[in-house]
């Protein structure tokens, strides 16, 4: 049974930082593609990030130069730091995970694509 579960939310101010993750249980990290997502409140859910093993992470250009995911497959735990945060970056943020094959094999950051989804953490950032 694939569980994934979030943490590392909460309030900061705008310029702050925040570093997300998410424990990952029941599922081959290395090789797979996975995801964080963020859902505002009346917005859709959108992708924030994507990342696989030998291929280089891709970002929303509303996050390029301020998040980075990464990974760390003995840990099986997936990250999110996020910097010089906004308060348009307030938002319930989701790790996701594909059923197989790489983040390449996918369109870009399309919700539709993953089948494993965390409860979400939920991030506010004030002005």
């Known amino acids: 049974q694939v569980q994934l579960a979030e943490s590392g939310g909460g309030s900061v101010q705008a310029g702050g930082s925040l570093r997300l993750s998410c424990a990952v249980s029941?599922?081959?990290?290395?090789?797979?593609?996975m995801a964080w997502f963020r859902q505002a409140p009346g917005k859709e859910r959108e992708g924030v990030a994507d990342?696989?093993?030998?291929?280089?992470?891709r970002y929303a250009n509303s996050v390029k130069g301020r998040f980075t995911i990464s990974q760390d497959n003995a840990k099986k735990t997936l990250y999110l730091q996020m910097n010089s945060l906004k308060p348009e970056d307030t938002a319930i943020y989701y790790c996701?995970?594909?059923?197989?094959?790489?983040?390449?094999?996918?369109?870009?950051?399309?919700?539709?694509?993953?089948?494993?989804w965390g409860q979400g953490t939920q991030v506010t950032v004030s002005s």
């Open positions: 996701a995970a594909a059923e197989s094959g790489s983040c390449r094999d996918l369109p870009v950051l399309f919700r539709y694509a993953y089948r494993y």
């Open positions: 990342i696989s093993s030998y291929y280089s992470p």
């Open positions: 029941g599922y081959t990290v290395s090789g797979s593609c």
